[in-house]
């Protein structure tokens, strides 16, 4: 079962638009919430985390949303640029997790940024 | 500062085959970790080292062996290659036990491919 959902495999948005990205959790127990991002041929990189106690945490451009009662979060870039054109992992984990427990991943969205 | 560095970046094996894939990292963190991903699917932990001589299984681990060499250092050793193998492999590394107060580093990925 999986309990870091990401449904859309893949977005498609304007240059200097704004991107949504979205993800869902069953586990109850994560409290802590990342947003990776990955190029062809590289590793992900972290981007911006948020921690339960907030429901908001921003870093220039990305911005993490997260509703805890929905259990959803939610990844805004604001403007979009050609260099987000990327894959984008959402990973949760649990307070006490981390560890040989790792974090848990979604399958990915593929990001487009269209000129 | 190369940051977590990964040998080979690709490899082919025939079923049944042995290889050890390399990792190393420059950033003195105590946690290294060997993730999978394939195709469709969110990145898997496999294991999980939080000191020199100490390591853990992860999600799938089944059909891997481990080795923390020193601080430094974390191989993973595939001892007789199967087609199920086939995959990108992952290593990464963090401060602290890489919940969310310790993003994971990543490296650039292994592409392994069993015939």
């Known amino acids: 079962d999986q309990q870091v959902k990401q449904n859309s495999p893949s977005l498609s948005v304007q240059e200097g638009r704004i991107s949504i990205l979205n993800c869902d959790y069953t586990?109850?127990?994560?409290?802590?919430f990342l947003w990776y991002k990955k190029y062809p041929a590289e590793g992900p990189t972290f981007l911006i985390s948020?921690?339960?106690?907030?429901d908001k945490n921003e870093d220039g451009r990305f911005t993490v949303f997260l509703n805890k009662s929905a259990k959803h979060l939610s990844l805004h870039i604001v403007p979009s640029q050609p260099g987000d054109s990327a894959v984008y992992f959402c990973?949760?984990?649990?307070?006490?997790?981390?560890?040989?427990?790792?974090?848990?991943f979604g399958k990915g969205t593929h990001l487009i940024i269209q000129p | 500062n190369a940051g977590v560095t990964q040998t080979p970046k690709f490899q082919v094996l025939k079923t049944g085959q042995s290889m050890t894939l390399q990792c190393a990292q420059d950033?003195?963190?105590?946690?290294m970790y060997w993730y999978r991903q394939d195709p469709g699917m969110g990145l898997r932990l496999i294991y999980y080292?939080?000191?020199?001589?100490?390591?853990d299984k992860g999600e799938v681990p089944n059909g891997y062996n481990v080795s923390r060499l020193n601080k430094r250092e974390f191989s993973l050793r595939l001892e007789s290659a199967a087609p199920s193998q086939t995959s990108v492999y992952f290593c990464?590394?963090?401060?602290?036990?890489?919940?969310?107060?310790?993003?994971?580093?990543f490296g650039n990925g292994t592409r392994l491919t069993v015939t």
């Open positions: 990464a590394s963090s401060e602290g036990i890489g919940n969310g107060n310790s993003p994971l580093h």
């Open positions: 586990n109850s127990m994560f409290d802590y």
């Open positions: 948020i921690s339960s106690i907030k």
């Open positions: 990973a949760a984990s649990e307070r006490s997790g981390g560890g040989a427990d790792g974090l848990t």
């Open positions: 950033m003195n963190h105590n946690s």
């Open positions: 080292s939080a000191s020199e001589g100490t390591t």
